[in-house]
C-alpha cells in the first residue's frame, strides 16, 4: 500500500525529467557501466590481490561480484521501478523521502567526482613522467585541463554524442584485456607456481575485499543518466546485469593469466598485465601500457556523462542551485552542471593523488549502496512502479540484506579517521538538506 505522500513525489521524480531525450538503450548502458567499472585499477589490481591471498586471489574476485552483485540487484530494482535522472538518488527519494534522498545524492555524486579527480591525477601522473622534469608538473596540469575540458565539451554536445565515445572508449579498453586473456592462455611456458602461504583471514582478507569492491564499483555512475535511458524498467535492469556478468568473467580470467604468466613474481609487480605481456613479446607489453591509458580515458568518459546528472536532478527538485537544473536550448543536456562537475573533478585530480581519492570514494559510495539496498526493498513494500512493470526481482529482501551487510564490512574494514570522516559527511549533507529546505521556504514567501 503506497503511502499518502507517494503521489506528490512521484510527480517530482517524473517532472525533474521534463525536457530530457530517452535516447541510450541496452547496449549504450551496459557499455557505460562497463566503462566505468573497468578502470585503470584492473591493469595493477592483480598483483595487490595475488599479495593479499596469495592462489585464493581469484575466489575474492567471485566473492567481490557475489556481494557488488547483491548491491546490482537492487539497484536493477530501484532503477525499474524510479528510473530517473540522479539514479540511485531518485529512488532513494521516492523510497524514504526527499531528506534521506538528499543524503544518497550527496554520497553519490560526491564518490563520483573523488573517484573522477583519482582517475585524471592518475592519467596526469603517467604523462607527466614521460615529459622532461622540469616541466613535469606544468604538463601534469595541462593534461588533467585538457582531458576533462575535451571529454566535457562532447558532452555539451549531447547525450548521443556522450553514449558514442563511451562506446568507443569501452571497446578501445576492452581490446588490450582481451588480447591480454587470449594471448596469455595460449602461451605454452607458465611460470613457477604462485605460492599457496597466504590464507583468507584477517588483515589479508580485509584488503582484498576493499580493493575488489573498489573494482567492481561505478554502475551507479552510469544509472544517474536514467532519465535519459529508453524503456528504462527493461533496460535497466538488463545492462546492469549484463554489464557485471561480463566484468566478473574478465577479471577472475585476467587474475588467473597472470598468475599462469608470473608465478611467485606476480605479488611484487608494479604493472602486472604489462609485465605478464612482456613474457610473451615486448610489443605485448606495450599495447598493455597504452590500454592502461586508453581505460583511464574510458572511466573519465563515462563518469563525465552520468553524473552531472545528479547535480541535476537535485537542482531540479530544488535541492541545489536553479542554475544547475537548466537544459540547453539545443542540446538538451544539463550544461550547467557539466560544466560544474568538470571544474570541481579537475580541482581533485590538481590538487590529490589516485590512492588517497580512490580510498574516499570507494567508502563514500558503499554508504550509497547501503541506502539503494534498503530502498529497493521499500519500493517493492509500497509497490511504487513509475515507468511501468519493474523487474520484481524474487528473493529481493535476502538480496538486499546481503548487499547491506557486505558494505557494513567494508566499512567496518576502513581506518576510525575513515569512518569518522564518512559519518562527517552524512552530517553535513543533512545540514544542507535542512539549509536548502529553508531557502526554498523562504523563497515562497
Known amino acids: 500500500m503506497s503511502s499518502p505522500a507517494q503521489p506528490a513525489r512521484s510527480a517530482s521524480a517524473l517532472a525533474r525529467d521534463s525536457g530530457l531525450l530517452r535516447v541510450v538503450g541496452i547496449p549504450g548502458l551496459a557499455l557505460g557501466i562497463i566503462g566505468v567499472i573497468v578502470g585503470a585499477g584492473i591493469f595493477a589490481l592483480p ?3 595475488a599479495a593479499a591471498l596469495g592462489t585464493y586471489s581469484p575466489l575474492a574476485f567471485l566473492g567481490c561480484a557475489l556481494a557488488v552483485g547483491c548491491v546490482a540487484l537492487c539497484f536493477a530494482e530501484g532503477g525499474s521501478r524510479v528510473p530517473t535522472s540522479g539514479g540511485s538518488y531518485g529512488y532513494v527519494s521516492e523510497a524514504f523521502g526527499p531528506a534521506v534522498g538528499y543524503v544518497a545524492g550527496t554520497l553519490l555524486w560526491l564518490g563520483d567526482v573523488l573517484a573522477n579527480g583519482g582517475v585524471a591525477a592518475a592519467l596526469a601522473a603517467v604523462g607527466a613522467a614521460q615529459l622532461p622534469p622540469g616541466a613535469a608538473p606544468l604538463g601534469r596540469a595541462l593534461l588533467i585541463v585538457g582531458v576533462i575540458g575535451a571529454i566535457a565539451l562532447v558532452n555539451l554536445r549531447g547525450v548521443a554524442q556522450g553514449t558514442r565515445l563511451i562506446g568507443v572508449a569501452s571497446i578501445a579498453k576492452l581490446l588490450p584485456l582481451g588480447v591480454f586473456v587470449i594471448a596469455g592462455a595460449l602461451f605454452s611456458h607458465a611460470a613457477s607456481a604462485l605460492p599457496a602461504s597466504a590464507q583468507p583471514g584477517g588483515v589479508a582478507l580485509g584488503r582484498a575485499l576493499m580493493l575488489g569492491v573498489f573494482a567492481f564499483a561505478g554502475m551507479e555512475t552510469s544509472l544517474a543518466a536514467s532519465g535519459e535511458v529508453r524503456a528504462p524498467n527493461r533496460t535497466i535492469p538488463r545492462a546492469l546485469l549484463l554489464a557485471l556478468s561480463l566484468v566478473t568473467a574478465l577479471y577472475v580470467a585476467i587474475q588467473l593469466v597472470a598468475e599462469r604468466l608470473l608465478g611467485a613474481s606476480l605479488p611484487h609487480a608494479a604493472a602486472p598485465l604489462a609485465d605478464a605481456m612482456g613474457r610473451i613479446n615486448p610489443g605485448l607489453r606495450a599495447l598493455m601500457l597504452a590500454g592502461t591509458g586508453i581505460s583511464m580515458l574510458g572511466f573519465l568518459a563515462s563518469d ?7 547535480l541535476f536532478a537535485l537542482a531540479r527538485d530544488g535541492l541545489l542551485p536553479r ?8 542540446t538538451r543536456v544539463p550544461h550547467v552542471a557539466i560544466l560544474l562537475y568538470a571544474a570541481l573533478a579537475a ?3 590538481l590538487s590529490g593523488t589516485f590512492v588517497e ?16 539496498c534498503a530502498a529497493a526493498w521499500r519500493l517493492r513494500q509500497r509497490g511504487v512502479a513509475l ?7 524474487r528473493g529481493l529482501a535476502p538480496v538486499a540484506l546481503a548487499g547491506i551487510l557486505s558494505m557494513l564490512a567494508l566499512i567496518a574494514l576502513a581506518s576510525r579517521a575513515e569512518r569518522l570522516g564518512l559519518l562527517g559527511v552524512v552530517l553535513l549533507a543533512v545540514t544542507g538538506y535542512g539549509l536548502a529546505r529553508r531557502a526554498r521556504g523562504a523563497a515562497a514567501q
Open 304 to 310: 563525465l556523462l552520468a553524473s552531472p546528472r545528479v
Open 357 to 372: 581519492l580512490a580510498v574516499l570514494s570507494s567508502l563514500v559510495t558503499a554508504g550509497l549502496y547501503i541506502l539503494g
Open 323 to 330: 542554475v544547475l537544473g537548466r537544459l540547453h536550448p539545443r
Open 47 to 49: 598483483s595487490a590481490m
Open 347 to 349: 580541482v581533485l585530480a
Open 387 to 393: 515507468a511501468g512493470p519493474p523487474l520484481a526481482l
